[in-house]
């Protein structure tokens, strides 16, 4: 019985003491539970707040960028109305400086005569003129024409680099692109009006050279590419290449010592060939120490050199330059580029000299000429200006008027 008792006592004492420890356990739970209801709690509160204030902030943000669009058109307005008035603007100073413009060494007496003064004297005088010029005057340039006025511009397109040229062959209506500085592509179109549709140079046909071309100072006659290599620094070959059988057809090491460059501001062009009535011309450097740019005469079938002047025009700070009639033109500009000029000739007959000339300013800028190539067909010139393809529509008068 007593044993029974003892029992019985000890399982009491069990039981309540299990009961304890679970009733400990329950309120620890209670607590871990409350504590986590709590920070949930909090949390839900904290997300509410980030919440609203994002919110808030995308608001604010939507408000600010609609303000900036609205900005934004405005300015845009803005600038399409200062840009209007800034084309009017240069047009005004471009018929102003047509008529005003000084002779690049004349005096304020020297004027530039007036076109139509020009056109009677030329109708008057046509018959005499074709008299001296036969019987007192021998001729290198058969040409009696000179440059008189830029008379309009066509801005094509923009499309390559911001250096390169395009020309158009003068015996058909197939225009020429080089992109570019250096390169063996070449690409062809079958006009200017395919060439100003196409979306980029990769439009044409590309032609791939032999060797590389050298600078903006190609050129396309009679059906040959004519184009500068450099091998070496010292090394200036003049390529003629076929266009119908894709060959070239011959080659000649030009006198170019040092490889220097033709045009100060555009150190790349090494040689310039130029083409006109008369045929080829590559204008040059004939090394480094020279200042002024030197001309060839080139003939057009064995790339011989049939005579060499010294034009006076210095390299410094000219950009580009052509030939029309046997006479040089050089573009000059500044470093920082303004507004570019033509601003000294060279004739290779004597008849015309710089300080008789008028200085002709071209009608817009957008950076600085990489190239100037006449086509004697169109008499235009093919212009690239920072990676604008322009063209100038030009006025000539004869030479002895001057």
């Known amino acids: 019985m007593r044993g029974l008792l003892l029992v019985l006592v000890s399982t009491a004492w069990t039981l309540a003491a299990a009961q304890y420890y679970y009733q400990g356990l329950m ?5 871990r539970l409350s504590a986590m209801e709590d920070r949930m709690q909090l949390y839900q509160h904290q997300s509410h707040g980030v919440h609203t204030e994002l919110q808030n902030f995308r608001k604010r943000a939507a408000e600010t960028v609609d303000g900036l669009k609205n900005q934004h058109l405005d300015l845009f307005k803005d600038l399409e109305r200062a840009a209007v008035r800034l084309e009017q603007l240069e047009r005004d100073m471009d018929a102003v400086e047509i008529r005003t413009s000084p002779r690049a060494c004349g005096n304020a007496a020297d004027r530039v005569l007036e076109q139509e003064v ?42 390559g680099g911001a250096k390169g040229l395009w020309t158009r062959d003068p015996s ?30 990769a439009g044409g046909r590309l032609i791939r050279l032999p060797s590389d071309w050298t600078g903006a100072g190609g050129a396309v006659y009679n059906g040959y590419l004519y184009y500068v290599h450099q091998e070496t620094r010292t090394d200036v070959q ?10 070239v057809s011959d080659a000649a090491v030009f006198p170019a010592e040092g490889g220097a460059p033709v045009y100060e501001l555009n150190p790349e062009t090494v040689a310039d060939v130029a083409a006109d009535d008369e045929g080829l011309w590559v204008l040059y450097a004939a090394s480094g120490a020279e200042p002024n740019i030197n ?12 005579q060499i002047w010294d034009t006076g025009c210095p390299r410094e700070k000219a950009e580009a330059a052509f030939v029309i ?78």
Not at 27 to 31: A, F, K, S, T
Not at 238 to 247: E, H, I, N, P, R
Not at 295 to 306: G, M
């Open 238 to 247: 003049l390529v003629k290449f076929d266009l119908m059988s894709g060959a």
């Open 27 to 31: 309120d620890y739970l209670e607590n």
């Open 325 to 402: 009639c046997g006479t040089v033109y050089v573009a000059y500009n500044t470093r920082l580029a303004s507004r570019s000029r033509l601003q000294c000739l060279f004739d290779v007959n004597g008849v015309v000299v710089s300080e008789e000339a008028p200085l002709l300013y071209f009608p817009r800028r957008y950076g600085a000429h990489a190239s100037l190539k006449y086509n004697p067909e169109e008499r235009q010139l093919y212009a690239w200006d920072d990676g604008y393809q322009i063209i100038y529509r030009l006025s000539l008068k004869r030479k002895l008027l001057l």
């Open 295 to 306: 001309l060839a005469k080139l003939d057009r079938d064995s790339l011989d050199i049939e």
């Open 118 to 159: 020009w056109r009677r004297e030329e109708e008057e005088e046509e018959g005499e003129w074709e008299e001296e010029w036969e019987e007192g005057y021998t001729t290198v340039s058969d040409c009696v024409e000179i440059l008189s006025a830029i008379r309009s511009v066509k801005i094509l397109k923009r499309v």
């Open 172 to 201: 058909s209506s197939r225009v020429y692109v080089f992109n570019g500085t250096s390169g063996d592509a070449v690409y062809q179109f079958d006009s200017v009006r395919e060439f100003s549709r196409s979306a980029g140079v």
